[in-house]
T-cell receptor, first 111, second 117 residues
Framework: DAKTTQPPSMDCAEGRAANLPCNHSTISGNEYVYWYRQIHSQGPQYIIHGLKNNETNEMASLIITEDRKSSTLILPHATLRDTAVYYCIVRNNNAGNMLTFGGGTRLMVKP | GAVVSQHPSWVICKSGTSVKIECRSLDFQATTMFWYRQFPKQSLMLMATSNEGSKATYEQGVEKDKFLINHASLTLSTLTVTSAHPEDSSFYIC?????????????FGEGSRLTVL
């Protein structure tokens, strides 16, 4: 799976949009971009994933650049409960393919 | 999303004893489950891939005789930490691929925190 690079930490004001960047310059054509987050002492929570097109769900939006070498996860109105470590992972969707976690970005949402 | 449940959520045991952790997919069948462990302030590290009806595949450096994995049904995988020692104290997390209706995303259990005294 392609390696990803994320800033180790970010702060965001409560109620503002949180934009979390991820670089994946070696991504291959059949690899998806996945985002998970892990709140302290819990298992990771699936947020969103995409291949080429931008995606949106009830939790977040995922913006993937046209060359697919980077992406941004957007939490439109961050709350204190969004404080977590956010992991950007690229992988193909083979049935037996696990997720390989990097260091992630520790997002701190502040009042 | 699909629901994966682990039990127990936390356990404390004496050194030398064995501990079993269960991972269940509650609303879907999972032919493959993954076991991870996470030490404090570190990321998740894959330990093994559990395949229903066959032997698990272990990552390099993970002792298969110490971390016994059984995936006897499509909804249950178990991880047994045998002869646990304090260095085995960690957060153990399982995951499973979502079933029909999902497009490849993995879902994770709540995690099981093991403390070996």
């Amino acid at each position: 799976d392609a390696k990803t690079t994320q800033p180790p930490s970010m702060d965001c004001a409560e109620g503002r949009a949180a934009n979390l960047p991820c670089n994946h310059s070696t991504i291959s054509g059949n690899e998806y971009v996945y985002w998970y987050r892990q709140i302290h002492s819990q298992g990771p929570q699936y947020i969103i994933h995409g291949l080429k097109n931008n995606e949106t769900n009830e939790m977040a939006s995922l913006i993937i650049t046209e060359d697919r070498k980077s992406s941004t996860l957007i939490l439109p109105h961050a709350t204190l409960r969004d404080t977590a470590v956010y992991y950007c992972i690229v992988r193909n969707n083979n049935a037996g393919n696990m997720l390989t976690f990097g260091g992630g970005t520790r997002l701190m949402v502040k009042p | 999303g699909a629901v994966v449940s682990q039990h127990p959520s936390w356990v404390i045991c004496k050194s030398g004893t064995s501990v079993k952790i269960e991972c269940r997919s509650l609303d879907f069948q999972a032919t493959t489950m993954f076991w991870y462990r996470q030490f404090p302030k570190q990321s998740l590290m894959l330990m093994a891939t559990s395949n229903e009806g066959s032997k698990a595949t272990y990552e390099q450096g993970v002792e298969k005789d110490k971390f016994l994995i059984n995936h006897a049904s499509l909804t249950l995988s178990t991880l047994t930490v045998t002869s646990a020692h304090p260095e085995d104290s960690s957060f153990y997390i399982c995951s499973a691929r979502g079933g029909q209706g999902f497009t490849g995303e993995l879902f994770f259990g709540e995690g099981s925190r093991l403390t070996v005294l």
